[in-house]
Structures are given as structure tokens and as C-alpha cells.
């Protein structure tokens, strides 16, 4: 039987070996991949090899950075016949070799030690005659059999500890299922807010996903609901501010989206920074210093306006240098972002409420967390679990991870167009 065995580095550094079952075998960032490599450059489900006695084949499941194989783009299913390297999102490198059963082998060699074995002098037979002769026979018979009770030993091993088909199937079915929500939901129209007549009592989101009744506000938001808004329903410059902010965090999310709920807790807490000094101090701190923001973004792979904000939440109500402190939140900040990812917003979001965990240095934390919750929540989609509103339902994060989330939501929010909310700064844009 021909094996198939991948050798690659994991993020910790450490050297791994792993064989690859026959079957389909999913390799990506994503809890439900038979290969989970958490690297912030792979997609989700990056790679599918289908491995077989007869063949071969991989096929890149559309990712984002793509697969080359010994330098090739792969553009369609591709065949594996001899030994080589996969480069997975411009930089993860696993390199693949094949092994042939060594039964036949090794009972050769066993014969050929036997025959050099014998006293000098003595009669011998050649390997041909051993094998027709009853004294052989007594040697290699009782070999064979070890080898074949190790051999079911073996197998009944790698049985047992194979993932359970249907549940892999499943998960997989669920990722694919996710990949073909995301693909109908960038083909969707923007979300957009449809003011009712009067005489109706809410107002609907409509767009991607389906319809959506808006649940009524809160006292809080309907007291201080900007004048921009007409005539009841949320605040659509808002509105569109916060997923402004939200494509501008991720790496490649552009349709971020928010129920109305959640839209609504972002929204009071920006209502708790309005007309803010301290934020209109740290946003022009901010703005000031946009070049070496940027600098500092660009050499940890982070997007500018995700570590400005960033900086600026972890601030507070305290005034400071921006700059400086995005400085020192960078290194944990890429830290979790190579192992939860930035290509959607969701996912920036993530590494926001894990930073006090990443700065203890537990920086795997949260990818557990949200691998465990996969395992827990099997009819709820993968990008629904990815998120901080479903860690906060589940009690998975606590009051300060969350309201870290949220501020850092809200000051983004805010330095989109300060001035909007009462806050006497220009907008940073880098």
C-alpha cells in the first residue's frame, strides 16, 4: 500500500509528521479541517488532498492566498505522483513524500541474514531453496504470522483513532455550506435600513441575510439618537460608519455584518464616548502620528486602522501618546492575530478581547475556546461561532474581554468622522 506523509513546521516552531488517511483530507485554519495549521495566512479550508492506494490529487478550495506545488500555482485538482513541497498562503511550507508497504523487504532480508548467519563449513541453502524447504518453513512461517498480528494490531490502532467519518463529513459539509454563505453574501446588495410609515411600528434591515424586523431601542439609544435620524429606526450614518470601521480592520471582509442587537450595544456604547476630550485628544494623537502607525501595522501584518484603535480603546479616558502605545500592543497583537486571523472582521474583533489573555502569554487560548465551542454547538455555523457575541451567550469570555471589544468598536467607530459625535478631532484615514 502506497502512504502518504506530510512534514511540515507548526506556529510554535515545533517539527510534525502526519500521515495522510485515505480518503479526502481538509487542510486549513478552521476547528473542522482534518489538518488544522493556525496561521493567519491559510483561509479557513485552504487545501483538500484525496489520497487513494491507485492515486493522488489536491485541489485548492479557493483560498484567499492560494497553493503552489514545487513552485506551480494550483489552478484545478492536480495529481501527486512523486515527491515534492506545498506552499500554502505564500509562506506555510509542508513537503509531502510517498512510502511503499517494505513487507516483501523485510522477509528478504530476513533471509539473507539467515543464510550469512551459518557456521562457517556448514551446509547451507540459497534463499530459493530455504523458501521450498521444510526447515525454512519452520522460521518464516512463525514470522509471518507476528508480522500480519502486528499488522491488524496496527490498523485496528489507526481505526480507533481516525476521526469519526460522519462527524468529519459533517463539519466539512458545515465549513463548505459557511464558504458558499459568504460568496451569496458578497453578491448581495449592502444591507440597508428601510424606514416604515408611521403607522407601522418597526422598521426592517433588508439585503443579505433575509429580512430582519429591528427590535425596539432601548431608552438609552432612543434619548440620544443623533438628529440625523428620520423619523424613528436607527441612525443610518451610523450605521454605515460602523461597518466602515469593520472593512477596515479585516483583511478581506467587504460585507461585514451586525444583527440588530448587536448593533445596538455598539451603538450605546459610542453614546458613552460622545463629546469625549480625552478621545479627541487620542485621536489626533493618532492622527499625528499616521505614518509611524502605519510603519509599525505594516511590519506585523496588521491593518493600520485595527492597531490605531486599538491603542486608542486601551487608553480609556486617559490622553496619551497613541503611537507609543500601539508600539507595545503590536507584538501580542500579531502574536494573536497568526493564530485567529484578520480576514474578517469578526476575526479582529477576536484578538481584541484576547489581548489581556495574549499579553499573559496565553496566547492559544482563545483559538481552544472557539474549537471547543465548535465541537459543543455542532448545528451552529463556524463564522457564527467565531464571534464574540456567541462567546459572550456561551459565558466563554468575561465582562472585561467584552467591554474591551465593544469600546474598541465604538472609538473606532468614532474616529471615522469625530465630529459627528461631538468630538473635536479630524477623522484618521490610513
Not at 463548505?176 to 435600513?193: A, H, K, L, M, V
Not at 493564530?339 to 472582521?345: D, I, K, P, R
Request: charged fraction near 25%; aromatic fraction near 6%.
Amino acid at each position: 500500500m502506497r502512504r502518504l506523509f506530510l512534514k511540515f513546521v507548526d506556529p510554535e516552531g515545533r517539527d510534525q509528521l502526519v500521515e495522510v488517511p485515505e480518503g479526502d483530507f481538509v487542510i486549513g485554519r478552521h476547528s473542522a479541517c482534518d489538518l488544522v495549521i493556525s496561521d493567519s495566512r491559510l483561509s479557513r479550508e485552504h487545501l483538500q488532498i484525496d489520497h487513494s492506494d491507485e492515486f493522488t490529487t489536491v485541489t485548492d478550495l479557493g483560498s484567499s492566498n492560494g497553493t503552489t506545488l514545487n513552485g506551480s500555482q494550483i489552478r484545478s485538482e492536480t495529481e501527486l505522483t512523486v515527491d515534492g513541497a506545498l506552499d500554502l498562503g505564500g509562506g506555510v511550507l509542508i513537503e509531502f513524500y510517498f512510502e511503499d508497504s517494505e513487507q516483501e523487504s523485510d522477509a528478504a532480508e530476513f533471509s539473507a541474514q539467515e543464510v550469512a548467519a551459518a557456521p562457517e563449513g556448514a551446509e547451507t541453502q540459497t534463499p530459493a531453496e530455504a523458501a521450498n524447504g521444510f526447515g525454512a518453513a519452520l522460521v518464516v512461517l512463525p514470522l509471518l504470522g507476528l508480522f500480519l498480528i502486528l499488522a491488524v494490531g496496527i490498523g485496528a490502532l489507526f481505526y480507533l483513532n481516525r476521526p469519526n467519518q460522519d462527524e468529519g463529513q459533517r463539519d466539512r459539509e458545515r465549513s463548505r455550506n459557511e464558504r458558499d454563505f459568504d460568496r451569496d453574501f458578497d453578491d448581495s446588495p449592502y444591507p440597508t435600513i428601510e424606514e416604515t410609515p408611521a403607522s407601522t411600528t418597526t422598521p426592517v434591515i433588508t439585503g443579505s441575510p433575509a429580512a430582519t424586523p429591528i427590535s425596539t431601542l432601548t431608552p438609552e439609544i432612543r434619548d440620544t439618537r443623533d438628529d440625523l435620524s428620520n423619523g424613528g429606526g436607527l441612525d443610518r450614518k451610523r450605521e454605515a460608519l460602523v461597518y466602515s470601521f469593520m472593512r477596515k480592520i479585516a483583511k478581506n471582509d467587504s460585507r461585514p455584518y451586525l444583527t440588530t442587537s448587536r448593533f445596538n450595544e455598539v451603538s450605546a456604547r459610542i453614546n458613552r464616548f460622545k463629546g469625549s476630550s480625552a478621545l479627541a485628544s487620542n485621536i489626533r494623537s493618532a492622527v499625528s502620528s499616521g505614518a509611524v502607525i502605519r510603519s509599525i501595522a505594516a511590519a506585523k501584518n496588521l491593518q493600520p486602522q485595527f492597531l490605531a484603535a486599538a491603542a486608542i480603546a486601551r487608553q480609556g479616558n486617559r490622553s496619551g501618546n497613541v503611537a507609543a502605545k500601539a508600539r507595545e500592543m503590536s507584538e501580542i497583537l500579531d502574536r494573536l492575530t497568526i493564530v485567529l486571523g484578520n480576514e474578517l472582521a469578526d476575526d479582529a474583533i477576536l484578538v481584541i478581547a484576547a489581548y489581556d489573555e495574549g499579553k499573559a502569554g496565553n496566547t492559544l487560548r482563545m483559538r481552544d475556546r472557539l474549537a471547543n465551542l465548535t465541537r459543543k454547538n455542532p448545528t451552529a455555523s463556524p463564522r457564527e461561532v467565531r464571534t464574540v457575541w456567541f462567546l459572550r451567550e456561551k459565558g466563554q469570555i468575561s465582562q472585561a474581554q467584552y467591554d474591551f471589544a465593544l469600546d474598541f468598536l465604538a472609538v473606532g467607530t468614532i474616529a471615522q468622522n469625530p465630529k459627528e459625535f461631538g468630538v473635536n478631532s479630524e477623522a484618521f484615514n490610513f
